[in-house]
Nanobody, 126 residues
Framework: QVQLVESGGGSVQAGESLTLSCAASRRTFRSYSMAWFRQAPGKEREFIAAVTTSWSGSSTIHADSVKGRFAISRDNAKNTVYLQMNSLKPEDTAVYYC?????????????????WGQGIQVSVSS
């Protein structure tokens, strides 16, 4: 079992920045891919970004909708994954979830993630 706790959400204006954090309980954190997904009201949950395992070089993958604005990173010493969000837009408003996968390559599909955080609200006003 892995516990994930997200933090850093909130309400900002368009153009501002936020950094989300997700702390994982598992000590073998570096052996898992980590990802961020989001779900806007009335929409399906969508993939935002993933970072592969340390053994795979901690490579990052970002959805086209956030490429160049958002950046995922991991700190294995702190068992934490981050999502730096810059130039936020109203359409970024959603509940953001972090997730853990035992796949090494940073999957984009929800079904390939085994554990999920409780979600954290990000609201961006124009």
């Amino acid at each position: 079992q892995v516990q994930l706790v997200e933090s850093g959400g909130g309400s900002v204006q368009a153009g501002e920045s936020l950094t989300l954090s997700c702390a994982a309980s598992r000590r073998t954190f570096r052996s898992y891919s980590m990802a961020w997904f989001r779900q806007a009201p009335g929409k399906e949950r969508e993939f935002i970004a993933a970072v592969t395992t340390s053994w795979s070089g901690s490579s990052t993958i970002h959805a086209d909708s956030v490429k160049g604005r958002f950046a995922i990173s991991r700190d294995n010493a702190k068992n934490t994954v981050y999502l730096q969000m810059n130039s936020l837009k109203p359409e970024d408003t959603a509940v953001y979830y972090c997730a853990v996968s035992d796949k090494s390559y940073g999957p984009k599909l929800e079904a390939e993630y085994d554990y999920w955080g409780q979600g954290i609200q990000v609201s961006v006003s124009s």
